[in-house]
């Protein structure tokens, strides 16, 4: 259960437990609603090296997680190796290293922050791993220079 809490990229000094949470240069917010399979925006732009706070909120009436790849060639993978992945809030364990950052399963109403360094500049695309919604519910950070 805790290993769903777990940021993919925690700093090194600073523990997911402490009790003032790590500093951040920007927050960027995510939402999606209703029933749809979107994040709002589906795109956002951070500079490279920024430790950025995601805020994600689930408006909607479907429960959504939240992953950051680090490459567009694992997602199909990733999106099947989900359906057998329940236990971990459909974040498949072999996929961990794969992946920037990721929530556990977020339900309707709730909000999650994700907090992680942005990697150097590019695209990276962040997907909602939840059986059957990756095709549809995904978005693209943009690493900027
Ligand atoms: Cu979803």
């Known amino acids: 259960m805790a290993a769903a809490l777990v940021l993919g ?5 600073v523990s997911a437990h402490a009790q003032t949470p790590p500093k951040v240069d920007t927050t960027v917010v995510l939402k999606s609603s209703g029933s749809a399979l979107e994040f709002l925006p589906a795109r956002i732009s951070v500079k490279n090296g920024r430790r ?19 490459s567009e060639d694992d997602l199909d993978a990733l999106a099947s190796a989900a359906y057998g992945a329940a236990a971990t809030g459909f974040i498949p364990p072999e996929f ?3 992946l ?10 709730q909000t999650v922050e994700l907090t992680f360094v942005v990697p150097p500049p590019g695209e990276y695309p962040f997907i909602c791993v939840f059986p059957g919604h990756a095709n549809m519910m995904n978005g693209t950070l943009r690493s900027l220079r």
């Open 100 to 109: 920037i950052a990721f929530s556990g399963l977020v339900s309707p109403g």
């Open 9 to 13: 990229a925690a700093a090194p000094t």
């Open 96 to 98: 961990k290293d794969k």
């Open 52 to 70: 950025v706070r995601v805020r994600y909120t689930n408006e909607g009436t479907l429960p959504h997680n939240l992953a950051f790849a680090k």
